[in-house]
């Protein structure tokens, strides 16, 4: 089964709009965290933004916030006020055991001006 | 500057030919990984170590061999390389395990290898 899903491959998104980009994970462990991460077109790995399964509040970075719903198991990644910059693969991952992250397969975020 | 530095980054080599993919840290870092990128697979972890001369085994070790002899260096050894490992290669770091802070991963650029 799956752990980590990201249900949208790609997305386009009109400049200067707001973008949702879902994960949903599934575990039985009380203590996990979830990340985000970027990978441009040149490839690098970017890191967003963490979220502990104990955190009260959805965890917030500049224009990135997380949207953290426990009880439905997802961890939405908000982008406010899209950039062209952001347009790139968008993974999320959580780490279950202490040492492993698991990933999602990624959704494609392209950007139109 | 702090970094994760892989080579080569770019490599096509030939079945059965022996390979080493570099990758040092400057950070004093303990924790360092190897993921391997696959389209539609997101990453998949190779192999861990949390510490000098202590290695683990993750989701894909098979083919693939490691070491942490010191603590900045973790090379991913590919004893007789096959096409199925052609792929984008990660190395990865971070101050303890993933349990002890954020966890946030500091990722090196990759390295693209193809094998014939």
């Known amino acids: 089964a799956q752990k980590i899903t990201q249900t949208q491959p790609g997305m386009f998104v009109q400049e200067k709009e707001a973008v949702t980009l879902d994960c949903t994970y599934d575990t039985s462990d009380p203590s996990y965290g979830l990340f985000w991460y970027k990978q441009p077109s040149s490839g690098e790995m970017i890191f967003l933004i963490y979220q502990g399964s104990y955190d009260q509040q959805n965890a917030t970075e500049g224009r990135y916030s997380l949207n953290f719903q426990k009880a439905r198991k997802s961890a939405n990644l908000v982008i406010s006020a899209s950039q062209l910059g952001d347009s790139a693969m968008y993974f999320c991952a959580m780490r279950e055991s202490a040492d492993q992250l698991i990933w999602g397969a990624g959704t494609k975020l392209i950007i139109k001006p | 500057e702090a970094q994760v530095t892989q080579n080569p980054r770019y490599l096509i080599t030939v079945t059965g030919k022996k390979l080493t993919v570099t990758c040092s840290q400057n950070m004093n870092h303990e924790y360092m990984s190897w993921y391997r990128q696959d389209p539609g697979l997101g990453l998949r972890q190779i192999y861990y170590?949390?510490?000098?001369?202590?290695?683990d085994k993750g989701d894909v070790p098979e083919g693939y061999k490691v070491s942490r002899k010191e603590k900045r260096n973790f090379p991913l050894i590919l004893e007789s390389p096959s096409p199925n490992q052609t792929s984008l290669y990660f190395c990865a770091s971070s101050f303890g395990g993933l349990a002890d802070n954020t966890g946030e991963l500091f990722f090196g650029e990759g390295s693209r290898l193809t094998v014939l």
């Open positions: 170590s949390m510490n000098v001369e202590v290695t």
